[in-house]
């Protein structure tokens, strides 16, 4: 991935607001600096303000304050079609009369190019989605998957530098939409092209990006590599909303460096690293994830949590076992154990104890 250093900028959002109707803000105050070739995800609920910066990128929307740039250059004022950006939608939005060759050769005749110049790029657009044979078909006559690798083709056959897919992958079923991800992402590594992608699907942005913006409330909530941003999560926001996650609801009652004692509600006192609390007294919400827990090990050694917990539910998921226990009080606590043939199933009603590093476990905002 391309450095960080301001030199390298390729797409900036300079402290861009946005707001529809004078008063409320949809984009608050937003920076965001891409390197050339990175793919970002735009990650977030639905009003959250991550599809109208991906259209103010595009130019179907204006920002109300503030700068977009594009190799140095503001783009505020560029109309969409000389923004030379490829563009990807989830209904495909491709023109039904046309065939699919005439489709991708339609971008190219806006930029006047020649016929023998157009023909070559088509097929080489084709190719890299593997539909070349598909040329003389019409839409109507394809499938949803083939539809939307003829979209991605043509937001590619004037080799943009940077594509904005919005949602590309929601209308196709879950095994065709895992299949397209692995290849969005390999067709934009070997390109070389810079990506920015929108989705609520949390699943996606992980297996997709090089590094994730999670919005909520119109702001960045986070930016940062999908490993970092599962495992260090720097609010309770992006805890809960990127992947699964355990909370237990306490009260600080020390700090000491990286170490926070916390009183949870039902009594117990548990260690865990402090990430947005700074003094005794203030509600926390500690945060584990579920593969990080674990049960009726020999817990004796120095510095691991063990909690008394009672078992609910345990569900047989093929790799996985999943159970949902009792813990301080909370019921929907779940721990996820690798199908193993030594790992134990568990009944519901049965007393475990389950067990923790406090390093996995992070005291956040409540």
């Known amino acids: 991935m391309a450095d960080m250093n301001g030199d ?13 109707d004078g008063e409320t803000l949809v984009v608050k105050d937003l920076n965001l600096t891409l390197p050339k070739g990175e793919f970002l995800t735009m990650l977030g609920p639905s009003g959250s303000g991550k599809t109208t910066c991906l259209m103010m990128l595009a130019g179907f929307e204006t920002a109300t304050y503030g700068d977009i740039r594009l190799g140095g250059v503001s783009i505020n ?124 699907d949390q699943t996606e942005a992980l297996t997709m990006s090089d590094r994730v913006a999670v919005f909520n409330d119109g702001r960045i909530q986070q930016l940062a590599p999908p490993d970092k941003l599962y495992e260090e999560p720097e ?68 510095g691991v949590h063990t909690l008394k917990a009672e078992v609910l539910e345990f569900i047989y998921m093929g790799d996985i076992f999943r159970t949902r226990l009792r813990v301080a009080g909370n019921d929907e606590f779940v721990i996820k154990t690798r199908n193993a043939p030594d790992q134990a199933r568990l009944q519901p009603g049965q007393q475990i104890e389950i067990g923790w590093l406090p390093d996995d476990c992070r005291a956040l905002d409540a």
């Open 235 to 302: 609010n309770s926001f992006v805890a809960q909303f990127i992947g699964e996650n355990n909370t237990l609801e306490g009260v600080v009652k020390e700090i000491n460096g990286n170490r926070a004692v916390v009183q949870l509600d039902g009594g117990e006192i548990i260690d865990a690293r402090p990430v947005n609390v700074t003094k005794p007294g203030e509600r926390t919400r500690v945060s584990i994830r579920p593969e990080r827990v674990e049960y009726n090990k020999d817990r004796r050694q120095e």
């Open 77 to 200: 004022n560029i109309p969409p079609h000389k923004r030379g950006i490829g563009m990807v939608f989830q209904n495909y939005a491709l023109f039904p009369h046309m065939t699919v060759a005439e489709n991708l050769s339609f971008p190219l005749e806006v930029r006047k190019m020649g016929k023998a110049e157009r023909e070559q790029k088509v097929k080489r657009a084709l190719d890299m989605v593997q539909m070349g044979a598909f040329g003389g078909r019409r839409p109507a006559q394809l499938s949803g998957g083939q539809q939307q690798r003829i979209a991605l083709a043509r937001a590619l056959v004037f080799e943009a530098e940077l594509v904005l897919m919005d949602e590309p992958l929601g209308a196709l079923d879950k095994q065709l939409r895992e299949h397209m991800q692995f290849e969005i992402k390999r067709i934009a590594d070997s390109l070389g092209i810079t990506v920015v992608y929108v989705t609520h």
């Open 8 to 20: 390298s900028a390729f797409v900036e959002f300079d402290r861009v607001q946005k707001s529809y």
